[in-house]
């Protein structure tokens, strides 16, 4: 019985652990770090209300090309993400897509890093 008890508490674990692990990297692209960028867009979001559908974005130049980066609220009005829950997204998915950025949702958020050619 006990190996059966493991099972279901390590289905539970899996069904409720929350879509902060959900990430879209991009398959090309311009390749780059961004991770000299993030604070500043985390520093604007910090505690922010979000009405639904609301984008916060900025355009950041750094090492010869440009970081665009997002942050989205999918859900409804009245929404907000603390400063380090935005940067430890962002850096996730800047280290983790290996450098062409992508999309991570997180609760009511989606947070787009996007390193591209070119100056803002």
Not at 40 to 55: M, R
Request: aromatic share 6%.
């Amino acid at each position: 019985m006990i190996p059966t008890f493991a099972a279901i508490v390590t289905v539970a674990m899996v069904v409720f652990t929350p879509s902060v692990t959900a990430v879209g990297c991009f398959s090309g692209g311009q390749v780059g770090d961004c991770s000299a960028a993030i604070g500043g867009i985390c520093a604007q979001v910090n505690s922010f209300t979000f009405a639904q559908g609301q984008t916060i974005s900025t355009c950041v130049d750094t090492n010869g090309f440009r970081c665009n980066m997002a942050v989205k609220n999918t859900g409804g009005g009245g929404s907000q993400i603390g400063q380090q829950e935005c940067i430890d997204d962002m850096t996730a998915t800047n280290n983790g897509c290996n450098g062409p950025g992508g999309i991570r949702a997180d609760g009511n958020f989606q947070l787009t890093l996007d390193p591209n050619t070119g100056a803002c």
